[in-house]
């Protein structure tokens, strides 16, 4: 799984609906969540993390999307597999996976080095620890 260290920015809520913002290195991020622990508030800091699954990557990505986490990244490593690639990203300090079909790499002629856009769902964002 990806992680990386995030402050809590804002939490939005309605009912047991809750919208969290993050900032983390140069992005922002939202998280969408039914409950949330009571001891995170703005200002918080915390580890977060998806399944590398949960990353698509956008490569000469232009207009407007509804997905609002979008993190700029470098490949850093590719481990092509028969169906599966799987690509190291670099953002900032950190490395991040994300596993895509070997047809969509092969496809967007995906090579180490190349500057992409990962895309994450807020809803599949999750707060592994809160770290103060």
Do not use: Y
């Amino acid at each position: 799984m990806s992680c990386i260290t995030a402050e809590v920015t804002g939490i939005q809520s309605v009912e047991n609906l809750n919208i969290i913002s993050f900032t983390c290195s140069t992005a922002v991020l939202k998280m969408v969540s039914l409950d949330i622990n009571k001891t995170i508030t703005k200002g918080s800091k915390v580890r977060l993390t998806w399944k590398p699954t949960s990353i698509a990557i956008g490569k000469n990505v232009q207009g407007e999307l509804s997905c609002e986490n979008q993190l700029h990244v470098k490949i850093h490593a590719i481990k092509v597999g028969q169906l599966l690639s799987a690509l190291q990203l670099e953002f900032g300090a950190s490395l991040l996976e994300s596993i895509i079909t070997t047809d969509s790499q092969k496809k967007m002629h995906l090579q180490v080095g190349d500057e992409v856009t990962a895309f994450i769902n807020s809803s599949d964002i999750s707060i592994q620890e809160v770290l103060t």
